[in-house]
């Protein structure tokens, strides 16, 4: 779609929830063609009345503090693009202006009698379903249909989860220094449903790769959404779930091999219900047995702190 794009000037129309990459696909376009200055209007920043000043700019003394004249970003976008990101938040009035500068090509900046042209290609993208918003009467339906020539729709993370892998694999490196994640780590992040789209997923390997010194990317070195999101899914015995989903140990282990941990209580044997602090130790149990002893491979296994697990190991009465 980028490619067909980029070989006119027509409107498009970008649409997806936040964080899904609209600039990127908006840039994208523009690079396939470039012609002119690519310029960003964020809608979503303007504020009080200046508005209207920050797009079609203003003529000295306009207005207390106007001491020059300003080019506002419409007239920065001549012969280029302009793109208008989340254009759902323009308020009807600038939507009206806006709406005559892609008629007419020609604008006044504020307090000028001075009329300029400026001939862009735009681009605009949204969070919102803009036709709703046509309905209840927020945004303009001749705007709407001025923009919407050709529509990209951009899907979440979460509906798309086979571009995660080649996404971290991109964000590491741009950001990483040979970091790798573990199979297990990648199918946390694979499994999470990215409520912040492809912008959370590098800002998370941004702060891993910041706080972790080594190049290996574990389990427990996930941040606390991921962390959080695999407690939630798979409940309270999550350490022992996590272990056996990483095929480290059946959990229906038969009850000799569980008995032989000093840390497991005689009396839960043959129980059909444990209480969560008994499944705990058998977890920590199993991991140390897994680990041959090694505590801190058995807190990254535990998804918890080598520190957490030396106080859970005291809390237990186990050898430290």
């Given at each position: 779609m980028v490619d067909k794009l980029a070989s006119g000037r027509w409107p498009a129309l970008i649409l997806g929830e936040t964080g899904t990459g609209k600039e990127v696909v908006a840039k994208s376009i523009h690079a396939a063609n470039?012609?002119?200055?690519?310029?960003?209007?964020?809608?979503?920043?303007?504020?009080?009345?200046?508005?209207?000043?920050?797009?079609?700019?203003?003529?000295?003394?306009?207005?207390?503090?106007?001491?020059?004249?300003?080019?506002?970003?419409?007239?920065?976008?001549?012969?280029?693009?302009?793109?208008?990101?989340?254009?759902?938040?323009?308020?009807?009035?600038?939507?009206?202006?806006?709406?005559?500068?892609?008629?007419?090509?020609?604008?006044?900046?504020?307090?000028?009698?001075?009329?300029?042209?400026?001939?862009?290609?735009?681009?605009?993208?949204?969070?919102?379903?803009?036709?709703?918003?046509?309905?209840?009467?927020t945004f303009r339906r001749d705007l709407y249909y001025r923009l919407n020539v050709v529509t990209v729709r951009l899907a979440p993370l979460r509906e798309r989860k086979e571009d995660i892998p080649l996404l971290m694999q991109h964000f590491l490196a741009k950001y990483g220094s040979g970091h790798t994640f573990t199979q297990e780590a990648m199918d946390a992040m694979i499994s999470y449903e990215w409520p912040g789209n492809v912008r959370e997923l590098e800002n998370m390997i941004q702060q891993m790769v910041a706080v972790r010194t080594g190049p290996l990317l574990h389990l427990n070195d996930l941040p606390s959404p991921v962390q959080n999101h695999l407690y939630t899914r798979r409940g309270p015995g999550i350490a022992m779930s996590a272990a056996a989903g990483m095929g480290m140990f059946h959990s229906a282990a038969p009850a000799a091999a569980v008995a032989a941990g000093p840390a497991i209580d005689p009396r839960f044997l043959d129980s059909p219900i444990l209480p969560l602090t008994e499944m705990e130790r058998r977890a920590i149990v199993h991991a140390l047995e897994y680990t041959k002893g090694d505590r801190l491979m058995a807190a990254g296994l535990l998804g918890i702190g080598r520190t957490t697990l030396y106080r859970k190991l005291k809390e237990y009465q186990m050898a430290v």
């Amino acid at each position: 779609m980028v490619d067909k794009l980029a070989s006119g000037r027509w409107p498009a129309l970008i649409l997806g929830e936040t964080g899904t990459g609209k600039e990127v696909v908006a840039k994208s376009i523009h690079a396939a063609n470039p012609q002119g200055a690519f310029v960003t209007i964020d809608c979503s920043s303007f504020v009080g009345p200046l508005m209207e000043s920050e797009l079609f700019g203003h003529a000295k003394g306009s207005f207390t503090g106007a001491v020059n004249a300003k080019i506002g970003l419409i007239e920065a976008a001549n012969g280029g693009t302009a793109f208008f990101d989340e254009i759902g938040e323009l308020p009807l009035d600038l939507q009206a202006k806006l709406l005559r500068v892609l008629q007419e090509k020609e604008f006044r900046p504020v307090g000028s009698l001075q009329t300029k042209r400026s001939d862009f290609r735009i681009i605009a993208a949204t969070n919102r379903d803009l036709l709703k918003e046509v309905e209840k009467g927020t945004f303009r339906r001749d705007l709407y249909y001025r923009l919407n020539v050709v529509t990209v729709r951009l899907a979440p993370l979460r509906e798309r989860k086979e571009d995660i892998p080649l996404l971290m694999q991109h964000f590491l490196a741009k950001y990483g220094s040979g970091h790798t994640f573990t199979q297990e780590a990648m199918d946390a992040m694979i499994s999470y449903e990215w409520p912040g789209n492809v912008r959370e997923l590098e800002n998370m390997i941004q702060q891993m790769v910041a706080v972790r010194t080594g190049p290996l990317l574990h389990l427990n070195d996930l941040p606390s959404p991921v962390q959080n999101h695999l407690y939630t899914r798979r409940g309270p015995g999550i350490a022992m779930s996590a272990a056996a989903g990483m095929g480290m140990f059946h959990s229906a282990a038969p009850a000799a091999a569980v008995a032989a941990g000093p840390a497991i209580d005689p009396r839960f044997l043959d129980s059909p219900i444990l209480p969560l602090t008994e499944m705990e130790r058998r977890a920590i149990v199993h991991a140390l047995e897994y680990t041959k002893g090694d505590r801190l491979m058995a807190a990254g296994l535990l998804g918890i702190g080598r520190t957490t697990l030396y106080r859970k190991l005291k809390e237990y009465q186990m050898a430290v």
